[in-house]
C-alpha cells in the first residue's frame, strides 16, 4: 500500500516530472459501493455544476472511450461575446435535454442549442462583475446571481425575468480598509459581493458570496426557488449569542471574513448541505482577532432546510496563511475495512485532504492535532490539524520544481510563521489545489485533483508591506493528483508543465477517461488509470472550468467554456470560447494564444536604457510623471526599483546605484541567472556591469528582497 518511488526525471506516460506513485494500482479493483441515487442521475443531462449533488463530477457515459478518443473533434464552436479577449470566464456549462446553460463574466446567461451551437436564447443580468461560475436549474426556471448582488429566476424556454431577489445590502458606501493588488486578485468590496455556482434541491437555491480579503463579514444564502424569498442566512462570523462567537476577538467577527465563494454538496437522504468557509481578516495579521475565528477554514453541514449548523469541522485553526480550503465538497460512498462509509472529501489548498464522516464530521482515518510554529505576535494557534495519510503535494519549496525560492527571503513550509519580513512560504495563498474541481471516479474509487505549485511571500501587512504576493520572477507549475480516499494516499502525484489549481476542473467517465483543461488553452483527454495523454485539443483560450459530457440521440458529445482567467497566471490569454466535441467532429481546433508566462513576470511598462540615463537607482519607486527615480525611500514596494523594467541594448553598462539620500544599505543580485551581483552598497556607494549576453534577467535588493527588478537585453 504504502510502497513510493520519488522522481525528479521525465516520465514516459506523462511527459511530466512523478511526484509520487504507489506501486501497482491494486487498490483500483477494490469495490466502490453504488453511489445514492439521491444524488441524481448524471448521463444524457449534465445538470448542475459537480453533475451530481455530491459533486463528483462523473459522467456513466461511455461512448468516447480510450481507443476513440483520438477520433474525437470539434462539434462546433461559437464565441459567446462576439470574440471578446477582456474578461476571464470561470462559468462551467451544464445539460439538460440538448440544452447548454452557461453565464459570462459580461453578466450575460445563455442557453445554447447543444447540437448546433446555436443560442435559444440571452438574458442579461447587469453590469457590475462577479466570478459567475455557473448556473441552477429547476424544472421551469434557470437561476444566476450577478455582479449587482441580485439572484435571478429566468424562464428556461424564453430567458425571461421571473424574478430577482438583492442580497449584501449593507451601506456600500465604505471603503475598502486593505490595500490589495488588483492584478493578483487580491481585493474586493467592504460588503462583499456574490460569487460561485447557484445550486438547486427540493424547491430551495443555495448562493455564495465573496470578500473575505476585504473585511466582509460572510455568510451563506438559501431562497425559495418559485419566489426568491429569503428563507435561512448563515452568518459564518458568528455574532454575540451565537456558537462560535467566543473564538473571535473583541469585535473583529464584524469584518471576519469567511466567506463560502464556491458552491457546496448536498446529501438529500441526510438533509445536509456541505458548505467551505473561507479565510479570516485580517488574512495574514491574527493580531488583531485571538482565537480560532470559527467558522473560516470550515466544512460546516447545515440543515438544507433550515440552515442550522449541525456540525462543522475547521482544517485550520486562526489561519494566517489564506489557507482557507474553500472548494466544492465531494460526497461519496466508500468501502473502508469493508465497511460502507458515507465520505464527504475537504482540504485543497494545504495539499492534503480530510476525509470526514457525512453524518457527523469524524475523520474516517483519524486527524491528530500536532504542534506548529509559534508567534505570539500573530497570536497563533499552538497546534494544527493532520490528517492521517499522505499529502498528494510538497508541503515546502523544493528546489528540483517550480517552488525553488526566489533568493534572500526567509523560507518556510506549510504553517511556518511570519511577521513583518517578507517571508517565502509553500503551499502558497493561491494553495495546492485551491478551487480547482474534483472528480470522484467510481470505477477506480480514487478522487483526482489539479494542483498548482506556487509560493507566496507574506508579511503583516503593516506599513504597506506585502501579503500575498507571489515574488517577482518566481516559477510557476503544478500538476495532477489521484488520492484514494478510503485510507487517505497518494496513488499518484505527477508534475505538469501548468499550475492547474485555479478552476481546471476535471471529468472523469466511464468510458475511463479524465479530461482537463490548462492555462494555455488545451483541453486533455487522459487515462483514468495512469493519466497517459490520449488526446489533445487548442481551445483558443486559458480552461479554467471544468469540462462537462452529454448525450443528444445516443450520441456522446463533450462541452468545455474556454475564457482564461486572472490567476495564477495575470497573463492567461481570455477569451469566449463555447466548444463541443463528438466523435467525427470536423470543427478545427483554433489557433493558439499566446501561453502564459512561466515566471511571474513584472508588469510595469519597460524603460529604455537611455531615458533611465544607463542607470538603476535601489530603494527608489519609479515616477512615470517625472521618467525619473522617486524622491523617497522605499523599504516594502516590489516596485522598490528605479526603473523596475529596464530595456538594454547589447554591450550597455548599467550603474547600480544607493543614492546618498537613502538611510540604508541596498544591493541588486540576480536570480537565477547569476548574472550580476553588486554586494551590499551602503548610500552614496554604486556599482557598475557590462550586460554582454542578451537574455531576461531578475534581480533584487538581497537586504530587502521583494523589491525586485528585470533588465531585458537584446
Known amino acids: ?56 463530477n462523473h459522467s456513466p457515459l461511455k461512448q468516447i472511450t480510450r481507443s476513440s478518443v483520438k477520433k474525437l473533434g470539434g462539434a462546433w464552436h461559437v464565441n459567446l461575446e462576439g470574440g471578446d479577449t477582456t474578461q476571464a470566464q470561470q462559468s462551467t456549462v451544464v445539460a439538460e435535454k440538448g440544452v447548454l446553460y ?100 427540493d424547491g430551495l437555491i443555495y448562493v455564495g458570496m465573496q470578500g473575505s480579503t476585504a473585511g466582509a463579514r460572510g455568510r451563506a444564502y438559501c431562497l425559495d426557488a418559485k419566489t426568491g424569498k429569503l428563507v435561512w442566512t448563515f452568518w459564518s462570523a458568528p455574532g454575540p449569542g451565537e456558537f462560535g462567537n467566543d473564538t473571535w476577538a473583541g469585535e473583529s467577527w464584524k469584518t471576519g471574513g469567511a466567506v463560502p465563494w464556491i458552491h457546496p454538496a448536498i446529501d438529500p437522504d441526510l438533509g445536509l448541505v456541505y458548505w467551505t468557509f473561507g479565510n479570516p481578516y485580517p488574512r495574514t495579521n491574527g493580531e488583531t482577532r485571538a482565537g480560532d475565528n470559527l467558522f ?26 489564506d489557507y482557507d480550503n474553500v472548494m466544492a465538497p465531494v460526497l461519496a460512498d466508500i468501502t473502508v475495512k469493508g465497511r460502507t462509509r458515507k465520505v464527504v472529501v475537504y482540504g485543497s489548498k494545504v495539499g492534503m485532504y480530510f476525509i470526514l464522516d457525512r453524518k457527523d ?49 526567509p523560507v518556510g513550509g506549510a504553517f511556518d510563521t511570519f511577521w513583518d519580513r517578507a517571508t517565502i512560504i509553500f503551499p502558497g495563498a493561491g494553495g495546492g489545489a485551491d478551487w480547482a474541481a474534483v472528480s470522484f ?84 483527454a487522459m487515462n483514468d488509470e495512469t493519466a497517459e495523454v490520449l488526446w489533445s485539443f487548442q481551445c483558443g483560450a486559458g480552461v479554467h472550468t471544468s469540462p462537462i459530457t452529454y448525450e443528444i440521440d445516443g450520441e456522446q458529445y463533450l462541452a468545455v467554456f474556454a475564457g482564461g482567467n ?3 497566471y ?26 502564459p508566462s512561466k515566471r511571474n513576470q513584472i508588469r510595469t511598462a519597460a524603460v529604455t536604457a537611455e531615458t533611465a540615463k544607463n542607470t538603476v537607482t535601489l530603494g527608489r519607486v519609479w515616477d512615470t510623471k517625472t521618467s525619473a527615480p522617486g524622491t523617497a525611500e522605499n523599504l516594502v514596494a516590489q516596485n522598490a526599483m528605479s526603473p523596475q523594467n529596464l530595456s538594454v541594448p547589447k554591450g550597455t553598462k548599467i550603474t547600480f546605484v544607493n543614492p546618498a539620500g537613502n538611510h540604508f544599505a541596498h544591493g541588486a543580485a540576480a536570480f537565477f541567472e547569476y548574472e550580476f551581483d553588486s554586494g551590499t552598497l551602503m548610500p552614496g556607494e554604486s556599482f557598475e556591469h557590462t550586460f554582454d549576453r542578451p537574455g531576461e534577467y531578475f534581480y533584487n535588493d538581497p537586504i530587502y528582497p521583494q523589491n525586485t527588478g528585470k533588465i531585458v537585453v537584446s
Open 441 to 524: 471516479n467510481p470505477n477506480t474509487g480514487w478522487i483526482y485533483v489539479g494542483y498548482g505549485l506556487i509560493n507566496s511571500a507574506y508579511s503583516n501587512t503593516v506599513g504597506g508591506r506585502v501579503n500575498t504576493a507571489r515574488p517577482l520572477g518566481e516559477y510557476f507549475g503544478g500538476g495532477i493528483a489521484a488520492v484514494d480516499p478510503r485510507d487517505n494516499t497518494v496513488v499518484w502525484s505527477i508534475e505538469k508543465e501548468w499550475s492547474l489549481a485555479h478552476g481546471n476542473g476535471i471529468l472523469t467517465t466511464d468510458g475511463r477517461l479524465m479530461f482537463q483543461g490548462g492555462p494555455d488553452g488545451v483541453l486533455h
Open 566 to 568: 486572472g490567476l495564477p
Open 361 to 409: 464530521g469524524t475523520a474516517i482515518q483519524g486527524v491528530t492535532e500536532e504542534a506548529v510554529p509559534q508567534d505570539s505576535r500573530q497570536k497563533t494557534s499552538p497546534t494544527q490539524p493532520f490528517p492521517k495519510g499522505e499529502s498528494f503535494m510538497p508541503q515546502k519549496p523544493r528546489f528540483d520544481n517550480p517552488t525553488r525560492p526566489v533568493p534572500f527571503y
Open 296 to 321: 473560516s477554514n470550515c466544512l460546516v453541514a447545515l440543515d438544507a432546510k433550515t440552515g442550522k449548523r449541525r456540525w462543522h469541522f475547521q482544517s485550520v485553526h486562526h489561519d494566517i496563511w
Open 102 to 201: 452557461v453565464q459570462t463574466q459580461q453578466q450575460n446567461v445563455f442557453a445554447i442549442d447543444g447540437r448546433t451551437g446555436a443560442t435559444k436564447w440571452k438574458t442579461s443580468v447587469g453590469s457590475d462583475s462577479t466570478n459567475m461560475r455557473g448556473v441552477a436549474l429547476s424544472d421551469s426556471l434557470v437561476f444566476s446571481i450577478s455582479g449587482e448582488n441580485n439572484v435571478y429566476a429566468l424562464n428556461k424556454k424564453t430567458g425571461e425575468v421571473v424574478w430577482k431577489t438583492l442580497l449584501l445590502t449593507e451601506d456600500t458606501s465604505v471603503g475598502n480598509p486593505e490595500p490589495c493588488d488588483p492584478a493578483n486578485g487580491q481585493c474586493g468590496g467592504s460588503v462583499g459581493s456574490l460569487a460561485g455556482a447557484v445550486v438547486y434541491w
Open 570 to 595: 495575470p497573463d492567461i490569454p481570455k477569451g469566449d470560447h463555447l466548444w463541443a466535441f463528438r466523435i467525427g467532429g470536423t470543427v478545427a481546433p483554433a489557433q493558439a494564444p499566446t501561453p
Open 1 to 56: 500500500m504504502h510502497r513510493r518511488m520519488f522522481l525528479t526525471g521525465s516520465s514516459a506516460l506523462t511527459a511530466g516530472a512523478v511526484l509520487a506513485t504507489r506501486a501497482g494500482t491494486a487498490e483500483a479493483a477494490s469495490p466502490t459501493p453504488p453511489q445514492p441515487k439521491s444524488f441524481g442521475a448524471v448521463g444524457a443531462n449534465f445538470p448542475k455544476v459537480g453533475g451530481n449533488y455530491g459533486n463528483q
